[in-house]
């Protein structure tokens, strides 16, 4: 694995030095993730023997030093490619971001030209999780024609405890057609995966059934529901809020059967 950020699609690293039987780093990382890394530099046991961490392939080594398994980007699904915004996006995001019942979940309000430009500027510019905060957010683009269709973010809420929120929207014109099924899976493997997040937790429109719907597909449990807790337009928001934790994701594929053994008699 280079040490250097790879050219063409994006690369991200972070590493880290073996120093005096600690970790001395560029920048941050999960809690969850630093503790497993400090054990190993203590131990200074082979990547393979640190819990939670080399399983995941977050640990290489590289020129005396480790470094922390890049990001690589765009990420496919079936009929996806899921990567970082550009500008020529303006028009495909204007088309969805400034519907009312995408307003509701964006970080920025998008009601007039400039807000649109603003929005995107923000959107292009969250492609990596260091800390607390931090948001990842990937645009949907359709295999074949590349038409840009919604978007995905993930959001680090809290270290201490490995905690993330998941946001997204989609162009009405291209609902109900499997794409966000397709990008949330993606998205939801990558947050247990490769950032060892711990609980996922997603907030969406009490009255919107698709997005109901979908929760339950992914296998994500209803924690609560907050009954008109807050004024939208002059309407009452009612707002489920979803989570579902790293064990409980796809369980039956990370179960394995035994074979059964030959009887002693």
Same mark, same amino acid.
């Given at each position: 694995m280079p040490c250097s950020r790879a050219g063409g699609t994006r690369n991200f690293t972070t590493r880290f030095c073996e120093m005096n039987g600690y970790l001395s780093g560029t920048s941050d990382v999960p809690a969850w993730q630093a503790t497993g890394l400090k054990r190993f530099a203590q131990s200074r046991r082979e990547p393979g023997r640190v819990p939670g961490i080399a399983e995941a392939g977050l640990l290489y080594p590289c020129g005396g030093s480790w470094i922390m398994s890049s990001l690589r980007l765009p990420i496919e699904t079936g009929?996806?490619?899921?990567?970082?915004?550009?500008?020529?996006?303006?028009?495909?995001?204007?088309? !969805?971001?400034?519907?009312? /019942?995408? *307003?509701? !979940?964006?970080?920025?309000?998008?009601? !007039?030209?400039?807000?649109?430009?603003a929005a995107?500027?923000?959107?292009? /510019? *969250?492609?990596?999780?260091?800390?607390?905060?931090?948001?990842?957010?990937?645009?949907?683009?359709?295999?074949?024609?590349?038409?840009?269709?919604?978007?995905? /973010?993930?959001?680090?809420s809290d270290a201490t405890a490995g905690q993330g929120e998941l946001r997204f929207a989609i162009d009405p014109a291209h609902s109900g057609k499997g794409y966000l099924t397709q990008a949330l899976t993606a998205l939801v493997d990558l947050a247990f995966d490769h950032f060892r997040i711990h609980r996922l937790m997603v907030r969406c429109d009490g009255r919107s059934h698709h997005s109901i719907k979908l929760m339950q597909k992914l296998g994500m449990r209803l924690e609560a529901h907050y009954r008109e807790h807050a004024l939208f337009q002059g309407e009452w928001d009612e707002e489920l809020h979803f989570a579902m934790l790293d064990r409980e994701w796809r369980p039956t594929a990370k179960v394995q059967e035994l074979p059964m053994r030959a009887r002693v008699a």
């Open positions: 009929h996806l490619v899921l990567r970082p915004f550009e500008r020529s996006d303006l028009d495909a995001v204007r088309r !969805y971001h400034t519907l009312p /019942s995408v *307003q509701r !979940y964006v970080e920025r309000p998008t009601r !007039y030209e400039e807000d649109v430009a995107l500027a923000i959107m292009r /510019s *969250q492609v990596e999780l260091h800390r607390p905060g931090e948001t990842l957010t990937l645009a949907m683009v359709r295999k074949g024609d590349a038409v840009l269709v919604g978007h995905v /973010s993930l959001k680090w």
